[in-house]
Structures are given as structure tokens and as C-alpha cells.
């Protein structure tokens, strides 16, 4: 009965390397959102995506590309990985103001 | 920008203690939340404030938004091991209540 769920919860990698986190939501939310949060714990938004269209687009690399196949999926694709791209990405639906968050993926560049 | 400071950054409290942690910022925001978030988790919704002054209560737990929705606070009353964890406050602006604008954090820990 898990509300919002991530995979993989880790994710150690290469330089260089493509990967991707899949995001899924059971809680029946039409807005859905990636966030990223770092060393220093701060978290900051990184996509938002409502009905499966993008509706915020903060300034991020365009290695980073989301995709919504539907509205209870946002998943995030990571391309040509950087050392400073580790970090824990957390994936969140939402209802009226009340945000709902994944586990995190703990992602690490080596 | 429309950082949202948290203060402080850490604090180390031994169990019964009261504590008090601050968020502020230059902007107005229509609501406030606050998140708290464990070790390995994902935050998670205390509250949300979204009329100047309001005071909200729950159980040991008291949020402030500022009158002029500028900043709030949470007080803890008789801390306990279990409020450990990382104190998030968020905010949100009346045109764009989707985008959440988090604060710094305050990483409280309550000794036994």
C-alpha cells in the first residue's frame, strides 16, 4: 500500500554513465514533481509535471530529462552523469498544497 | 531570491527540554508548511499555515505563521528521542501554489 514509490533506492555509477529512477504514485494525484537534495540536506525542486505535461521546469542541465507515460508515473532520466549530480532525488505527488514524498534515490557518481 | 533561512542549523537538546526553530525570508508567501524528514526517508507534512498569525497546535508541536507571512516558527514543548530529524520548513506563493520553496533545515537531535 506504499503511497509513492522510487527505484532504485540506490544507485552507484560512473562518470559518464545514463541512468534513469522510476517514480510511481497510487495516491491518484494529477501533479507529481522531482526534487533533489543535496549534501547539506537543502531540497530543492527540480520538475513538476501535472497530467503528464511539464509545468515547472527549474534551471537544470538538460542531461536531466523527465518523462510522465502517464499520471501516476514520473520517471527521470540522467544522461553523461557528473560527479556533482550525487545527491539524493526524491519524487512527490501532491493534493491541493499537501505534498507527498518518496523514499529517495540515493545516487552516487564515482 | 526567496530563500527561506532556517535557524538554527543544528541543535543538540537532552530529552524534556523546550526548543524553538525560526524560518524567515524577505518574501510574503501565501502558506507555510512544515516537513520533518527521518534518516532514509522522504519528508513529511507537520502542518500548513496560510493566514498571518495563525497559531496551530499539535499535540506537542506549536506553529506560528508572522503577521505579515514573512516567517514562522515551530516550538517543541518537553522534546523527546522520537522528534529527532531533520525540520523542514516550506513555502508557497498565491500564483504558483505547486512550487514549494524550501528553507534550509534544522537538524534536531533529542538525547535520551
Known amino acids: 500500500d506504499t503511497a509513492v514509490s522510487q527505484t532504485p533506492k540506490y544507485l552507484v555509477t560512473q562518470m559518464g554513465n545514463d541512468k534513469s529512477i522510476k517514480c510511481e504514485q497510487n495516491l491518484g494525484h494529477d501533479t507529481m514533481y522531482w526534487y533533489k537534495q543535496d549534501s547539506k540536506k537543502f531540497l530543492k525542486i527540480m520538475f513538476s509535471?501535472?497530467?503528464?505535461?511539464?509545468?515547472i521546469n527549474e534551471t537544470v542541465p538538460n542531461r536531466f530529462s523527465p518523462k510522465s507515460p502517464d499520471k501516476a508515473h514520473l520517471n527521470l532520466h540522467i544522461n553523461s552523469l557528473e560527479l556533482g549530480d550525487s545527491a539524493v532525488y526524491f519524487c512527490?505527488?501532491?493534493?491541493?498544497?499537501?505534498?507527498?514524498f518518496g523514499p529517495g534515490t540515493r545516487l552516487l557518481v564515482l | 531570491t526567496q530563500l527561506l533561512e532556517q535557524s538554527p542549523q543544528f541543535l543538540s537538546i537532552q530529552e524534556g527540554e523546550n526548543l524553538t526553530v525560526y524560518c524567515n525570508s524577505s518574501?510574503?508567501?501565501?502558506?507555510l508548511q512544515w516537513y520533518r524528514q527521518e534518516p532514509g526517508e522522504g519528508p513529511v507534512l507537520l502542518v500548513t499555515v496560510v493566514t498571518g498569525g495563525e497559531v496551530k497546535k499539535l499535540k506537542r508541536l506549536t506553529f506560528q505563521f508572522g503577521d505579515a507571512r514573512k516567517d514562522s516558527s515551530l516550538h517543541i514543548t518537553a522534546a523527546q528521542p522520537g522528534d529527532t530529524g531533520l525540520y523542514l520548513c516550506a513555502g508557497a506563493k498565491a500564483y504558483n501554489t505547486d512550487k514549494l520553496i524550501f528553507g534550509t533545515g534544522t537538524r534536531l537531535q533529542v538525547f535520551p
Open positions: 512527490a505527488s501532491s493534493y491541493e498544497e499537501t505534498q507527498y
Open positions: 518574501s510574503v508567501f501565501s502558506s
Open positions: 509535471y501535472n497530467n503528464k505535461e511539464l509545468i
